[in-house]
């Protein structure tokens, strides 16, 4: 076997009986499943998985299986995808396991609902912010999630309806890991 047979790639294995040569190439495929499946959904993501052997694609469950890790929360190698030949195949493929990571990107959330309470002129412009009402669009139903900020006013004038600026927005909360300010 030219290279180890243990990563994505192709292989090529070469037999000699009686001054007679056979090669056998194959192909052990990465787990390259769409980026738009690589995004935090709350649940396990199962990228796809191809295999092919000296040109011709291998089935999933007959010539190999296909196993994942909890491939659930976002972050670099947050997910892992295992394939193993089956034992049926055991003496019709020569290749070992192979095990591929990848990343889940956190999910997009949009924050809205932070209001500012009326204060008394002070001679600032810090706002007193209120999340009461705070929203968030795209997060996953059961997941845990907090915001936080800084405001101020857009001037230390006295006056109704003033436009407040919001800074520093920062997500917080157990699921918080999993997301980002879109």
Do not use: W
């Amino acid at each position: 076997l030219s290279g180890a047979p243990i990563n994505a790639g192709e292989y090529t294995a070469s037999i000699t009986v009686n001054d007679a040569v056979a090669t056998l190439t194959y192909t052990i495929a990465k787990a390259a499943p769409q980026a738009a499946d690589m995004t935090y959904t709350g649940s396990q993501i199962k990228p796809a998985v191809t295999v092919t052997l000296n040109g011709r694609t291998l089935t999933e469950t007959t010539d190999y299986t296909v196993t994942y890790s909890a491939n659930i929360n976002a972050g670099e190698n947050a997910g892992t995808v295992t394939v193993t030949k089956t034992a049926a195949q055991s003496d019709n493929y020569t290749f070992t396991s192979v095990q591929q990571q990848f990343t889940i990107a956190p999910k997009e959330v949009t924050v809205s609902g932070i209001t500012a309470a009326d204060k008394i002129y002070d001679g600032n412009t810090a706002a007193t912010l209120n999340y009461d009402g705070v929203t968030f669009t795209g997060k996953v139903e059961e997941d845990t999630l907090t915001v936080s900020a800084s405001g101020a006013f857009a001037d230390k004038n006295v006056g109704q309806h003033k436009a407040v600026t919001l800074t520093g927005l920062t997500l917080s909360g157990a699921s918080a890991n999993n997301y980002c300010l879109a």
